[in-house]
């Protein structure tokens, strides 16, 4: 069955990076759109970056630009997201997503358990 672990998670301090992954299984990563999401505490899910089949890439967060870079390494069934300069409001809970169709716009099918990101000195 389809299956999404995420991993990388933990504290950090303000300024510090982490790179979280997605480890895939059950289904052809190639051939899947998959997606970041992010909830911090008393707020809603929010998107944070998107892949598609093709490496094309999309962003969603106005903080995040420059800072969050979504990749994707099919041999592996992995999607990561490299996180830098984090801030404290970066704090939430992330999450691993897949796209139901191949396009970033599409909904979700598949979700992952979330790994927990504390930015905190």
């Known amino acids: 069955q389809v299956q999404l672990v995420e991993s990388g998670g933990g504290l950090v301090q303000p300024g510090g990076s982490l790179r979280l992954s997605c480890a895939a299984s059950?289904?052809?990563?190639?051939?899947?759109?998959m997606s970041w999401f992010r909830q911090a505490p008393g707020k809603e899910r929010e998107g944070v970056s998107c892949?598609?089949?093709?490496?094309?890439?999309?962003n969603y967060l106005n903080s995040g630009k420059g800072r969050f870079t979504i990749s994707r390494d099919d041999a592996k069934n992995t999607v990561y997201l490299q996180m830098n300069s984090l801030k404290p409001e970066d704090t939430a809970v992330y999450y691993c997503?897949?796209?139901?169709?191949?396009?970033?716009?599409?909904?979700?099918?598949?979700w992952g358990q979330g790994t927990q990101v504390t930015v905190s000195s």
């Open positions: 997503a897949r796209n139901r169709n191949n396009w970033c716009s599409s909904s979700y099918d598949s």
């Open positions: 059950g289904f052809t990563l190639h051939l899947s759109t």
């Open positions: 892949i598609d089949s093709t490496a094309r890439t999309l």
